[in-house]
């Protein structure tokens, strides 16, 4: 009995120090980490061309991907949001007073470490109606 007991516990002391056991060959690296937060293709702040000034509060617009078309979202007084996956979208902004901004084929197609599209950042200058 006493054997069994030696030998229970050798091979537990094996178990454990394999498991501890770091080499290259078995070691995937750093773990990533993913967040709960849904993922955003395409953010958008919106300026006044001519004096910088903020304009996405009073803004909206449309991203369109294929034969959806989503509505943006407000992120703040400067960016509008909108986009859940990869692909390559038709961007436009609109504002009373001022021009419609559009950006066709604008390219969300790389994805994060987690899977989820990278967020594309885009400037809308929008010029003044005459």
């Avoid at 979208?89 to 007073?97: E, H, I, L, P, S």
């Avoid at 084929?105 to 594309?120: D, F, I, R």
Wanted: net charge positive; glycine share 10%; with cysteine.
């Amino acid at each position: 009995m006493r054997i069994n007991m030696l030998l229970a516990l050798a091979g537990g002391v094996a178990f454990a120090a394999a498991c501890g056991r770091n080499d290259s060959a078995t070691d995937p690296g750093p773990i990533a980490y993913c967040t709960a937060t849904a993922p955003i293709a395409i953010s958008i702040a919106v300026r006044d061309s001519a004096s910088g000034r903020a304009l996405a509060d009073s803004a909206s617009g449309t991203v369109r991907l294929g034969t959806v078309t989503d509505t943006l979202l407000h992120s703040d007084s400067l960016t509008l949001i909108g986009g859940r996956q990869t692909g390559t979208y038709d961007v436009t902004v609109q504002r009373a007073g001022y021009r419609t901004w559009t950006r066709l084929g604008v390219p969300a197609t790389q994805t994060t470490t987690c899977g989820s599209v990278e967020t594309v950042k885009l400037i809308a200058g929008l010029q003044s109606l005459p």
